[in-house]
């Protein structure tokens, strides 16, 4: 951990993270990963007893009122017992939370975010449908219109915490005739209006955070129950990139640390030869490796929560830090998982050690709330955009001529 980063107060909410994720049973964790536990609802409501659920909620609505940086240390922290612990405090209190907190009026916020804070009531974000998921625009599932109400039809699938949430974020198409931009609408819909949901899913890790596929048949909704305006969708996606992808990444750092933790200890006591098996520079140099690869990460995302924190660092700009360290981050933890079963061997590819159950579930890091490649296509139109904007108001060195023939222009052949 970044402790000199960190300020006495964050440094406390470290600690209780930490505590917190300290306090989970072990035969709590091997429910969830043998699938005898559908959602954490338990480790839910203890977190939300604590107050760690919702950091960055206004103190008004149940929350603490922090910031990014804050939240981020408490994700690495709350992770480290396992991914899915993170996924389903993170959908709860990061991502549903932020649409509330940005979106919701004054009475939905009053509804919806207490119970959430206090770890009463738990909700799920309804984004990715069987069709496809990061083709947001695409989405087939419809609300029509009826009277004052809403007719909501459709399916979501691959939805962490569905089968535990009492209430849904839901993104569906209004307006099938508009632009794609102003063809959806956000609604919060309570499971009591006639939700399905159906836990489906033989998962390769992350058990136990009730991924489900979510069915709506006729659901009506009533329009108090729109979060933010009607066709009005695109800008809550957009500003829930910033919870679902950044605070993914934040969260991998601690599912990955105790691959580190374990390959170390492990390489501390393993002989090999007579000697102690980090005494081999394929060992150890692995094992270094590892801990860079943490420390690179925890330096771009609290470099990148600092710049989302600020308020000064523009919409495309803030977009391509966040893609960016999505992808960097979920990778380069992905890596250190792999290089902790190879120092240990066969024996990491066992149960014996949980370095295997840590791989299985760092996997999906890759692959939801936008997968990697979708974080390059963004980053790549930001950053394209952003090099256009600079080069009209160029005031750097232009290292372009900086070549012995950098003049000879009948080379420079660009057609």
Same mark, same amino acid.
């Given at each position: 951990m970044f402790d000199f980063l960190m300020d006495e107060a964050t440094l406390k909410?470290?600690?209780?993270?930490?505590?917190?994720?300290?306090?989970?049973?072990?035969?709590?964790?091997?429910?969830?990963?043998?699938?005898k536990i559908k959602y954490p609802k338990e480790f839910m409501q203890e977190c939300g007893r604590r107050n760690l659920i919702g950091l960055r909620v206004p103190q008004e609505y149940g929350g603490?009122?922090?910031?990014?940086?804050?939240?981020?240390?408490?994700?690495?922290?709350?992770?480290v017992p396992g991914y899915i612990f993170g996924c389903a405090w993170g959908v709860t209190g990061d991502v549903v939370a932020e649409a509330l907190v940005h979106f919701g009026?004054?009475?939905?916020?009053k509804? %919806?975010? !207490?119970?959430?804070?206090?770890?009463?009531?738990?909700?799920?974000?309804?984004?990715?449908?069987?069709?496809?998921?990061?083709?947001?625009?695409?989405?087939?599932?419809?609300?029509?219109?009826?009277?004052?109400?809403?007719?909501?039809?459709?399916?979501?699938?691959?939805?962490?915490?569905?089968?535990?949430?009492?209430?849904?974020?839901? %993104?569906?198409?209004?307006? !099938?005739?508009?632009?794609?931009?102003?063809?959806?609408?956000?609604?919060?819909?309570?499971?009591?209006?006639?939700?399905?949901?159906?836990? +489906?899913?033989g998962l390769m890790g992350c058990r136990g955070g009730g991924t489900a596929r979510v069915v709506f048949k006729d659901v009506r909704v009533p329009k108090e129950n729109v979060i933010g305006e009607v066709n009005g969708a695109g800008k809550v996606f957009n500003q829930m990139m910033i919870p679902e992808r950044l605070g993914t990444a934040a969260m991998t750092i601690g599912a990955a640390r105790p691959a580190l933790e374990?390959?170390?200890?492990?390489?501390?006591?393993?002989?090999?030869?007579?000697?102690?098996?980090?005494?081999?520079?394929?060992?150890?140099?692995?094992?270094?490796?590892?801990?860079?690869? +943490?420390?690179?990460?925890?330096?771009?995302?609290?470099?990148?929560?600092?710049?989302?924190?600020?308020?000064?660092?523009?919409?495309?700009?803030?977009r391509r830090m966040v893609s960016q360290s999505k992808k960097f981050v979920t990778e380069q933890c992905w890596e250190v998982a792999n290089l902790a079963m190879q120092v240990m061997g066969g024996i990491g590819y066992t149960d014996i050690f949980p370095v295997e159950k840590i791989l299985r579930d760092l996997r999906l890091s890759m692959?939801?709330?936008?997968?990697?490649?979708?974080?390059?296509?963004?980053?790549?139109?930001?950053?394209?955009?952003?090099?256009?904007?600079?080069r009209h108001n160029w005031n750097k060195r232009d290292s372009e001529s900086d070549a012995l023939n950098a003049f000879v222009e009948e080379e420079k052949i660009y057609e």
């Open positions: 909410l470290r600690d209780e993270a930490r505590a917190m994720a300290a306090s989970i049973d072990r035969q709590y964790l091997l429910d969830m990963d043998a699938d603490r009122g922090l910031d990014w940086r804050a939240d981020c240390v408490a994700a690495e922290e709350i992770c009026n004054d009475e939905q916020k509804r %919806y975010l !207490p119970p959430l804070t206090k770890g009463e009531k738990f909700a799920a974000e309804c984004l990715t449908e069987p069709r496809g998921g990061s083709d947001f625009f695409g989405s087939t599932t419809i609300a029509t219109r009826d009277g004052d109400d809403f007719i909501l039809n459709g399916q979501k699938r691959f939805i962490v915490g569905g089968e535990g949430a009492d209430f849904f974020l839901v %993104y569906a198409k209004t307006d !099938p005739n508009a632009p794609s931009s102003r063809s959806m609408t956000c609604f919060v819909v309570d499971r009591e209006m006639g939700v399905e949901t159906k836990y +489906l899913y374990i390959a170390t200890n492990y390489s501390n006591k393993r002989k090999a030869f007579g000697t102690q098996i980090k005494n081999f520079q394929g060992v150890s140099f692995k094992v270094s490796d590892m801990a860079l690869k +943490l420390d690179a990460c925890r330096s771009m995302i609290y470099t990148t929560a600092s710049a989302v924190d600020s308020g000064a660092v523009k919409g495309g700009r803030q692959i939801w709330v936008g997968s990697n490649e979708i974080m390059s296509l963004i980053s790549q139109h930001e950053w394209y955009r952003e090099f256009e904007e600079e």
